[in-house]
Every structure is written in structure tokens, then in C-alpha cells.
Nanobody
Framework: QVQVVESGGGLVQSGGSLRLSCAVS????????AAWYRQASGNEREVYAT???????YYVDSVKGRFSISRDNARKTVYLQMNSLKPEDTAVYFC??????????WGQGIQVTVSS
């Protein structure tokens, strides 16, 4: 059974950094597409960063220049480096991956809290 596990969240002060990881286990297929979403309290889940099978990346304007998505194919892990964090970045972050099999999986979500 494929599992997607996020890690690296927590509490950080405004201006600080965190790196989220999203590890895919128990799969022989590589990751072809991945995305990080976030859901702030009372809001819908929205996509903030994506990476394609050719490592093309996309970011919403509010995180451009501050967040960076990357991946390690050998480790089947996707990362989200978050710098210059702001209180409005506080949310539960979710990782979504699409494998070569075209199956789509979500992580369980991880809390990121940025204090002012």
C-alpha cells in the first residue's frame, strides 16, 4: 500500500524558514507530478506550488521568491523550502503526488504556524 508522509512542519517566527518533506513509500513507480497545497483555518485547500516530471515548477504569486519546490527521485521525496515566512503562511500543508501509474495520493497534512 502506497503511503505519503509529510514532515518538517512546526512553529517558526516570522521571517524564519522551514523545509517540508513528502516521502512516498511502498511504490515501484516514480513521481511524475507533485504539488503542495495548503488550507488555512476556514478556507478551502488551495495549490501553492507544483513540479512536473520535467521539473517545471509553478508558484502562486504570494509565495514566488520565497518558496521552492524540488524533488529527489531516488528517495521518492518532494520538498518545499519555505523562506521569509509570514503569519499568513500559517496553514495545514498537504502534499499530492501522481505516480507513473497515474494513481494520485495525498499526504495526511502537516501544520505550519508562523508567529508574528
Amino acid at each position: 500500500q502506497v503511503q505519503v508522509v509529510e514532515s518538517g512542519g512546526g512553529l517558526v517566527q516570522s521571517g524564519g524558514s522551514l523545509r517540508l518533506s513528502c516521502a512516498v513509500s511502498s511504490s515501484i513507480f516514480k513521481i511524475t507530478y507533485a504539488a503542495w497545497y495548503r488550507q488555512a483555518s476556514g478556507n478551502e485547500r488551495e495549490v501553492y506550488a507544483t513540479i512536473s516530471d520535467r521539473d517545471r515548477t509553478y508558484y502562486v504569486d504570494s509565495v514566488k521568491g520565497r518558496f521552492s519546490i524540488s524533488r529527489d527521485n531516488a528517495r521518492k521525496t518532494v520538498y518545499l523550502q519555505m523562506n521569509s515566512l509570514k503569519p499568513e503562511d500559517t496553514a495545514v500543508y498537504f502534499c499530492k503526488v501522481v505516480l507513473e501509474s497515474s494513481a494520485e495520493y495525498w499526504g495526511q497534512g502537516i501544520q505550519v504556524t508562523v508567529s508574528s
